[in-house]
């Protein structure tokens, strides 16, 4: 019933890294998502880019 709602749940929680023994390309900078390179061009006060990415 929750597909795709755990993530979250686990990411809110900061529980993500019980993700590794599912997921074994998983990497903690994961847990963020990439600024848009757009965004970063138009915001200077956004950089750096979140680690990872």
């Known amino acids: 019933m929750e597909h795709g709602i ?3 749940d686990l990411k809110r929680w900061g529980l993500l890294d ?3 023994p ?4 998983w990497k903690s900078y994961h847990a963020q ?3 848009p390179q757009k965004e ?5 006060n956004l950089n750096p880019q979140n680690t990872g990415y």
Do not use: M, Y
Request: hydrophobic share 55%; no cysteine.
């Open 33 to 35: 998502w990439p600024i």
């Open 40 to 44: 970063l061009l138009l915001n200077p």
């Open 22 to 25: 599912v997921k074994t390309n």
């Open 6 to 8: 755990r993530f979250f």
């Open 18 to 20: 019980q993700l590794i």
